[in-house]
Each structure stands twice: as C-alpha cells, then as structure tokens.
C-alpha cells in the first residue's frame, strides 16, 4: 500500500472510530501529511486505550507508521504528543466547520490539526491558529507556510478583541469559558472548550469534559462532547474556577447534564453545574 492509500484508509479509520459526519474534514485526514508535523522518526507512538503500558518507539521512521489512531510525541521530555486524531477529530467534527467558515484554533502545538481545520474550511475561509509556546508557534508556523489562509500567533488565545469566528477550538484544559472567547462567536457560532481541573499529583494534565457552547441568538446552549484527559492552559486558569470544577464533578461524576449556559448576573442556585462571576453553565 503507498503513502497515499495508507491516508486514505487512515480517513476511513477515524471516520469510523470517531463517527464523523464533516465530508471535508474526512478528505483532510486522506490528504494532509500528517509526517510533516512531526519530529524526525522513527517516533514514539501512544494508544489511547491503552493503560499502563506507556509510550512504544516505531521500529523505523517509515511514514505509514503514524497513520493510525495513536498520539505521537513531539517533545517527549515535555511528555508532549499529537494527539490521539480519533479524539481531536471528533472534537473538529462537533463544530461542524464549512467552506467559508473563520476559525480559531488555541493550543496549536506543531500545526497538524489546524491543517485538518483549514482544509476543511478551504481556501475561502482563515484560521487563527495560536500556541503559547514560541518554539511551538514558530513550527506550526514554517509547518503551515505553504497554507496562506492560516495565520499563526504566539499567546494565550485571549488577545482575540475585535476579531469574530464561527468556530473556536481550544485545545488545552481551561477553567472556564473566557468572557472574549464568547464575545467572538458570531450568532450561530460555536466554541468548543476543555473544562478541566487539575490537582497537584496530576502534574500539568487535568482530566474533566470538552465542552461545546453554540450561540443561538440571545440564548447559549451547552452539552458535553466527550471526556478528555489534557494538557492544561497556561496564563489563563482561575484556581478559584478550579475548585469550583473539582466539586461539581466529585459531585455528578465525569458526564455531567447540563444544557445552557447564562450570561446575566444571578445568584447560584441548584440549577448551575458551574457558576462563575459573568458566566454560568446550567442543568
């Protein structure tokens, strides 16, 4: 099989795997090489449903290796790693991206998937693409040259006033949605969002809920998308929202069921899952 039908049943995998719906983002798994991202091989490979047995090398840096349903590290010192493409596709796949469509991608890392975001908008459509680890951004940058609809930033991801997206994608575990963030969803936008706490023993991964938020008009709806395990956003976290987080999912678990969320100012009550000071995600 050559590289190019390896690709291609590597689409049909995490078609399949991830029940993904988005056409386009199906033809970016089949097209976008997803070696050019990464590190020289061969490369060290992870399972997601694997548990305990840790990371194994390739057994040489023969490309079709990394087409397959397994994170690949990019800087193991940092215990770094492209993601599992199963589970950051399906988090691409919930926010339904067309042709046209502005994205913002926070927590870029090399570039990867904000390749797959901008094959899937196409040429008519941008991407905001933002990591901030320099050396990161600088990569994605070289990585994503030869695709001019892509702008790559090195920051935060709230240095966003002004601007408007009809999808953001934030791929590192925050605390809560942030209030710019939300300001930038055009009517109809969607911001998908890893709510998740952390605990001094869990070192920079916090475990909790990727979390899609869609504006419909006036009104905000919320639902979970799946659990997530992920590296946690630097500059960005609230230690009070952490605490906050910890006690409503000791309290309904890891899915939590809640549909909406609120803007108006108002006193907590039973209903809000996680109540913050200009936000509120309810049951």
């Not at 408007?164 to 605390?175: E, H, L, Q, R, Y």
């Not at 969607?190 to 504006?215: D, Q, W």
């Not at 809000?272 to 936000?279: I, Q, V």
Request: proline share 6%; hydrophobic share 40%.
């Amino acid at each position: 099989m050559d590289l190019q039908q390896q690709r291609r049943f590597y689409a049909e995998e995490i078609k399949v795997a991830a029940n993904l719906r988005t056409p386009s983002l199906i033809e970016a798994l089949a097209h976008v090489p997803r070696e050019k991202f990464l590190p020289p091989g061969p490369w060290l490979i992870r399972s997601e449903i694997e548990y305990g047995g840790g990371p194994r090398r390739t057994p040489d840096a023969d490309p079709h290796h990394v087409y397959h349903n397994v994170a690949i590290a990019i800087d193991p010192d940092r215990q770094l790693f492209n993601g599992a493409p199963s589970l950051v596709g399906m988090c691409i796949d919930s926010l339904a991206l067309a042709g046209g469509s502005h994205v913002l991608h926070v927590g870029c890392g090399t570039g990867y998937y904000s390749a797959l975001i901008a094959h899937a908008v196409g040429s008519t459509g941008s991407v905001v693409s933002i990591d901030i680890d320099e050396s990161l951004a600088q990569t994605a940058r070289r990585n994503l040259a030869d695709t001019p609809w892509v702008e790559v930033r090195n920051g935060n991801g709230t240095d966003v006033s002004g601007e408007s997206f009809d999808a953001i994608f934030i791929n590192a575990g925050v605390t809560h949605p942030h209030e710019r963030w939300l300001d930038a969803l055009k009517p109809g936008g969607r911001l998908l969002v890893p709510l998740t706490f952390t605990a001094r023993a869990m070192g920079p991964i916090g475990k909790g809920v990727m979390t899609l938020i869609t504006r419909n008009g006036e009104a905000w709806h919320a639902r979970v998308v799946t659990m997530t395990a992920i590296y946690s956003a630097l500059d960005i976290r609230d230690d009070r929202m952490n605490d906050r987080l910890r006690e409503a999912f000791m309290k309904e678990g890891l899915l939590p069921a809640f549909s909406r969320m609120r803007r108006d100012a108002h006193e907590r009550s039973p209903e809000c899952w996680l109540h913050g000071d200009t936000f509120c995600i309810s049951k």
